[in-house]
């Protein structure tokens, strides 16, 4: 930690900085500048926050220098992780595309999207079965049913099932239908309790970027999964809310590369949610594979036009059998496969 | 709902677009412009969606005429709504200040901090028993505890308290402590559960904007808690996220007058976490009630240096009190009382 | 300047960063934590960079710990600055509400609005003889016949005027109209040779922030007229660019004190284009005063309806005298006068 | 243009609205809703503007419902654009990477450069010799010598020139030494006086999207080269500001397919600006290719420790060549050529 002195700091001031880092068990490096004084507090920087010190006379502001995540953290673990969803591997050399519809909603409409799903070569399934939505009064999932629904098309062609969980109390519900990977919805990112309760079990994670959370804040909450034990956690990127208004989201790409770095964690996007419209969707799913994505979460439904939710997102099957095509090739340059 | 046809739509596809308008049971208005056709659908608007026409051949958007909120909305309910927390009023003539510490610590640190708030002329009081906080490694709040210790000393001082609930499961326990308001955190705003969990029973509600909470988001929010059947909801900004880093967050005081023509609910702001910084609440709280807010939430500690959370954004009792002075000014200028 | 070096740094690169910093005429600090080492350079922080060692092997980030501005800033000058426009003082305890119409139509309108303006209370009068419109195909402002109209005008009552420059050509212009004092849009904060050139002359300056500018970007900004020789710089704030849509700008009040607290240079805000709605006006004009603010520019139209542009922000003259009273009340309560 | 009529308009009211559309020359449709009224004014929407109808009583709000860009729209030219920089097409099948350094700093330096663009296979070269700069007491720039050195560097190797033009009174300089493409940077989007001369030459113009500038703000600025006879304009995107502050923009590749749709005119990336680092470079490059781009701005310098601005950023000739081939095979995948 870093602690710069104000200008016209007293001696007495610094005195009082440093007896405070030396009982807290720090030693202490003073570097007087010609315009300020900088207090450096050298030891475990996890026991010491920028508030015990901010609020001290003659401090104009203090800092940390090393990032407060560990467990996720490239810098403890130097391999990229593999997580491996039924024998299914995510974040190594194969790139995954998970396809399914924004929502599960009759048994006939999943076995149809399940069997279109694997025909376009998706190895997972996606689909919602409690949905998220602005307004109290329109479609909320079709619940626990739908879990069934969702399994018992999925498990016709071996696809391992992705859907969200919302509640806490619903948690054992998930597991009682083997849920294989449990999605932390955008708005659920910072839901600490939920965070803390499925890091207590095995299952992998996909951790849903918030609407607005920094890189930092993203792995800080995947810090919470972490902590509890669960490093089973898969990042998914799905548009950040920003000034413009042309579409949803804009699709932060960027974080790919950075994500990269910070974390040996796996990363894919969502290029559905993003921009919100279908016909955005292959730009985007090109764009996330070629910056490195480890794959994707892409909407697909037997028949967008009478989706119950999000049906402007939503590829036809043939469109996701085709980007299937374009994405391999993409992978394929850059020394991957798909 | 309003339905723009592409330039070159044709007969059949505004022929298509009519007859869905029809079967979902609205009459039709269609207008010829001379760039673009515009077909309007006649009655209850709640019932269609944007979706069920974007995906249609010959359109190019499609849009609500009225806004989605229903009983929290000004146009259900002309007169402001006053909610009694115990006998005292939010949202009358009445500017009401809700003061104490970002955390509960301990009964001494609580009993003083009563005892402060009720001097310096505040008629509620807040305090946090389980603290949202970015990372795992940090007090996370006394739980449970903390409760009655909060419980204990506000009723020394016949203060009713506010504290935060962040997960499902602990609604009957804050129930049991007679809890006066609940809050509802930034990050739980569209914690849907959460919301419709509170919308079940009587008590008052803060309702927190979410970090990058549209306006309308927001008021989508509390329609989840009024769909319930509970209205004592209190709206209450506290900063958004913008670009600029030269403070946490940016208060965003036109969402008073805004609100307070979109909603007849009460307003309240939090200058303390908006700003995280103690010398800048002063400015922001009378901006706050200078633009109409029917209240504020602010940070006080006994002793602020020591403060085990958000040290640096909380003021002591003195700036507490000349604050509350200064405030009636402002109050009492525009027609008010405090 | 501190430059973190990354974990596992070694001793040569170390070597390397001490030798630039040394070769550069500064001095070295080494603070060697446990995980990470720091490396402070002693010195005029001014000539150095991060982009000078961010590059080199070894290091993880470097960062200025001072600010880069000067002649704006508090620590070079501790008073306040007050502006002197003819007379009338800026930045003082006295209080300038500008008033005027949007944009300069007619010698009536402008006779007529300046007659309006005086007797509402105002001391100077403001009004767009160049209009930046985001369509080149709308009214682009009166041009230099504007100038003249408006310098009429305002003469008639004494008031000296405020217009906008955009133009780097149109300067002398400009002085040839002995503009009393010149704008610079929010468009052309960062609009370098223009800042320069009013840098040269002694015309104090309202220089608009950017709609997405920091603070610290704009009082660079200023730093640039500064520069040049002109230290009468006024700070205007009119709303930032966020995610909301439901009112065309977020009006950033915590600008205020945190302005006042990094220059010793007048701050005031523009109500009318922050929210873009003249029933907002009164609202953010009293949270403006109550935060702080030297004053306001404010839309005033002898009759909005009719307004060549931006007719939906005006107020009326009878809103003027009636928002003049309340913002007196409001400037007293805090120690000022209006 | 549709105006949406309040809850409890009047019968008068609604004769107002309809009088002033007629007196404006358009016809009237008059939609009665079971919520609201919505009258359509028909006729030629850009004579009309929704503050006309907004400050009116009665009149909830009011909006175009047509596009206000027109010649650089995609509806008044089907057919992409191919604009011709000395024989070499922008906007075609085949891609343009325009590479260079940040800046001119000497002859030597240059003609290095320049060697090794033209060796990496790049067809067009970029260089500053007028910086903007946030600080005035960085490096602006070699100025006119500049352009210069650059000319001579560039003709050696049949290069066509991209250089940044930031003050209108430099235009005759840039024609002087023939500036085959000139560059309108971030800050100046909307410098319209700048916007409207360069609308007045013939040279092909790349037009910087605003840090915050929205897709219809950026088309709007493009129509003001437009409207002066200058249809050469390439879009370049290079980065948004956000809340995110781990890296310095947040690049938006989902303005490709979405101004792909909106225009005929070309699209370009700068993945330089907007990571701000060298080692986000390829990952961003190859996205931006992938989502669609007719092309990239990449910086490269013949040795980026020595940099004179933006040394982090800038690739080393060896990482330009190697992404060139990377590129390469992206752009044949998605059916395109480099």
Redesign the interface.
């Known amino acids: 930690m ?1 602690i ?1 002195m104000s ?1 016209d700091v007293s001696e007495d001031q610094i005195g009082a900085v440093v007896k405070k880092i030396q009982d807290l068990g720090h030693e202490v ?1 003073i ?6 004084i ?1 207090i ?1 507090a ?5 026991k010491l ?1 920028p ?2 010190f ?3 006379p003659g401090v104009e502001y203090s800092m940390h ?2 990032k ?1 995540y560990k467990i996720v953290s490239r ?1 403890s673990h130097r391999q990229d992780s593999v997580i491996d969803v039924r024998g299914i591997p995510i974040g190594g050399k194969q790139v995954q595309i998970i396809g399914g519809p924004c929502s599960v909603e009759t048994q006939e409409q999943m076995d149809l999207a399940a069997q279109q799903v694997a025909a376009a070569g998706c190895r997972l399934m996606r689909g919602g079965a409690f949905k ?7 479609f909320q999932g079709k619940g626990v049913d739908g879990l069934g629904i969702f399994r018992k098309a999925a498990d016709k062609y071996h696809l391992p099932i992705v859907t969200e969980l ?4 619903m948690l054992d519900t998930f597991l009682e239908h083997d849920v294989d990977v449990i999605q932390i919805g955008t ?2 990112m ?4 939920l965070l ?1 309760e499925v890091g207590r079990i095995n299952k992998p994670v996909i951790l849903k970027r918030g ?2 959370a ?4 993203w792995l ?1 909450a995947a ?2 999964i972490a ?1 509890g034990g669960n490093h089973n956690i898969i990042f998914c990127e799905r548009g ?8 949803r989201n ?5 974080c ?3 994500l990269k ?1 910070e974390t040996h964690l796996p990363v894919i996007i969502d290029p559905s949610h ?2 919100g419209k ?3 969707v292959p ?2 799913a ?7 994505a480890d794959g994707l979460l892409v909407e697909m439904h037997p028949n ?2 009478e ?1 119950w ?4 997102q939503a590829l036809n099957p043939i469109e996701l059998k085709e980007l299937m095509g ?1 994405l391999k ?2 992978a394929e ?2 020394g991957r496969t798909l």
């Open positions: 870093i710069i200008k490096n570097s007087r500048g010609t315009k300020r900088v450096g050298i030891g475990d920087e996890s926050d508030e015990l901010d609020t001290m220098i090393v407060q810098e998220p939505r602005t307004s109290p009064y329109t919302m509640d806490v109390r708005r659920n910072q839901n600490f309790d803390k609407l607005s920094t890189i930092s804040e800080m810090e919470y902590a950040i809310r920003t000034f413009e208004t042309a579409y804009v699709l932060d790409v960027t790919v590369p950075v770095r993003a921009g279908a016909w955005m730009a985007l090109r764009a996330a594979i070629a910056a490195g967008p036009c989706a939710c999000d049906a402007d374009t090739g993409i340059i850059i």
